[in-house]
């Protein structure tokens, strides 16, 4: 079993930042990725950022390159989303996944790669 934990999300103006973290506990393998997706009312869950065992194992939604930075510390089996320059089109319900499976490798932004979901933490840019 794999518990995951967001936090960090709120409300901020355009052009702000915030910081996610993630935390995991139960059987997780630093070997195995890790992302955050988000989700805005009505629309369906999109990749925003994943990572492998390493930052050399690091993938971006293009929305978000240049702003957004994925990181992980694996002794602490935490997850990090850093968010800058933050717009409105941002604001979403943000979750963690885990790749219990060790398959999102192939497909590291797609939403079906995942099997662990945290409950999601709520982001709110305003303009």
């Known amino acids: 079993q794999v518990q995951l934990v967001e936090s960090g999300g709120g409300s901020v103006q355009a052009g702000g930042s915030l910081r996610l973290s993630c935390a995991a506990s139960g059987y997780i393998y630093s070997s195995q990725y890790m992302a955050w997706f988000r989700q805005a009312p009505g629309k369906g869950r999109d990749g925003v950022a994943a990572i492998g065992t390493s930052s050399a194992w690091i993938e971006y939604a293009d929305s978000v390159k240049g702003r957004f930075t994925i990181s992980r510390d694996n002794a602490k089996n935490t997850l990090y989303l850093q968010m800058d320059s933050l717009k409105p089109e941002d604001t979403a319900m943000y979750y963690c996944?885990?790749?219990?499976?060790?398959?999102?490798?192939?497909?590291?932004?797609?939403?079906?790669?995942?099997?662990?979901w945290g409950q999601g933490t709520q982001v709110t840019v305003s303009s």
């Open positions: 996944a885990y790749d219990r499976d060790g398959v999102a490798w192939r497909l590291p932004l797609q939403s079906a790669s995942y099997k662990s």
